[in-house]
């Protein structure tokens, strides 16, 4: 059971946009549409910003929005601002392998 | 608002059993289902398990011969218990919750587990 692959580090300034991908496989990320995205900020609990895909909980901005094509699932931040700097993690629904987290990826506002 | 709260030792021998509880606040255990996932110190997440508010459970395979996840609803509280450990088992271990399966809702804020003699 290998983790989902995410880039370790993501940067932009104010304003922009970035983006994040998360890799799996047929048997996870691209067999379901359950993918979740949480961001953490340090010594923090992880925060839900993204589920099923494309779903926003309430409170979330809509600044953060998901995708997926195939094996490979995106966060995408847009209006970049200081506090999305944190650490950002995706994870899947695996089927009989459970829930699959990525490595995660540092996101830095330059 | 639901708040979850862990709750163990912070420190457990190798070879021995880590047990965590988590107890839930603000909403009913019921129709829910509990995970509990691990972060070692400056590394990622890893999920170890959930069990629905029915019994029904999941573990992650790696872990699965030495995990059991178990909910006492008269309590409102899930358990986590994780034997033979090693210092590889160190970690901030939280508990977690959602009305599905496929996803996080509430975290509790963890509590770090050191394996060590």
């Known amino acids: 059971q290998s983790a989902l692959t995410q880039p370790p580090s993501a940067s932009g300034s104010p304003g922009q946009s970035v983006t994040i991908s998360c890799t799996g496989t047929?048997?996870?990320?691209?067999?379901?549409?359950?993918v979740s995205w949480y961001q953490q900020h340090p010594g923090k609990a992880p925060k839900l910003m993204i589920y099923?895909?494309?779903k926003r909980p309430s409170g979330v901005p809509d600044r953060f929005s998901g995708s997926k094509s195939a094996n490979t699932a995106s966060l995408t931040v847009s209006g970049l601002q200081a506090e999305d700097e944190a650490d950002y993690y995706c994870s899947s629904y695996a089927g009989s392998n459970g829930v699959l987290f990525g490595g995660g990826t540092k996101l830095t506002v330059l | 608002q639901v708040r979850l709260q862990e709750s163990g030792p912070g420190l457990v021998k190798p070879s021995e059993t880590l047990s965590l509880t988590c107890t839930v606040s603000?909403?009913?255990?019921?129709?829910?289902?509990w995970s509990w996932i691990r972060q070692p110190p400056g590394k990622g997440l890893e999920w170890i398990g959930f069990?629905?508010?029915?019994?029904?459970?999941s573990y992650n395979p790696s872990l699965k011969s030495r995990v059991t996840i178990s909910v006492d609803t008269s309590k409102n509280q899930f358990s986590l218990k994780l034997s033979s450990v090693t210092a590889a088992d160190t970690a901030v271990y939280s508990c977690a919750g959602s009305p599905n399966y496929n996803l996080i809702a509430y975290w509790g804020q963890g509590t770090l587990v050191t394996v060590s003699s």
């Open positions: 603000g909403g009913s255990i019921s129709g829910h289902y």
């Open positions: 069990v629905s508010y029915s019994g029904s459970m």
């Open positions: 047929s048997s996870d990320v691209g067999g379901y549409n359950y």
């Open positions: 099923e895909v494309i």
